[in-house]
C-alpha cells in the first residue's frame, strides 16, 4: 500500500511523483499507464485528496505516469 504523507489532509505533488516512481521503477505500473492506476495502490477514503492535489498541479487522471513522473533511467536499457 502506498505510504502518502498527509499534510491538512492533503498530499504533496512531490510525494505522490515519488510513489509514482517507485511503482514504475518496480514493475508495478507502467508510464504509459494512466495516473488514475495509482488508485489502486491508495485507500478509497484518501482518493479524492489525492485526486484533488493532482488537479491542483494541472494532472489529468488520465494523462500517463510518465507526465506525472517526468524521465525514468532504466537500468536495463
Same mark, same amino acid.
Given at each position: 500500500?502506498?505510504?502518502?504523507?498527509?499534510?491538512?489532509? /492533503?498530499?504533496? %505533488?512531490? @510525494?505522490?511523483? !515519488?510513489?509514482?516512481?517507485?511503482?514504475?521503477?518496480?514493475?508495478?505500473?507502467?508510464?504509459?499507464?494512466?495516473?488514475?492506476?495509482?488508485?489502486?495502490?491508495?485507500?478509497? /477514503?484518501?482518493? %479524492?485528496? @489525492?485526486?484533488? !492535489?493532482?488537479?491542483?498541479?494541472?494532472?489529468?487522471?488520465?494523462?500517463?505516469?510518465?507526465?506525472?513522473?517526468?524521465?525514468?533511467?532504466?537500468?536495463?536499457?
Amino acid at each position: 500500500m502506498l505510504q502518502l504523507t498527509q499534510r491538512s489532509s /492533503r498530499y504533496s %505533488i512531490d @510525494v505522490l511523483k !515519488e510513489e509514482a516512481r517507485q511503482l514504475v521503477e518496480g514493475g508495478a505500473l507502467s508510464p504509459h499507464q494512466p495516473i488514475y492506476t495509482l488508485c489502486q495502490y491508495i485507500p478509497g /477514503r484518501e482518493w %479524492i485528496c @489525492v485526486e484533488s !492535489e493532482l488537479e491542483q498541479n494541472d494532472y489529468l487522471l488520465r494523462d500517463p505516469l510518465i507526465d506525472l513522473i517526468g524521465d525514468v533511467a532504466w537500468e536495463n536499457d
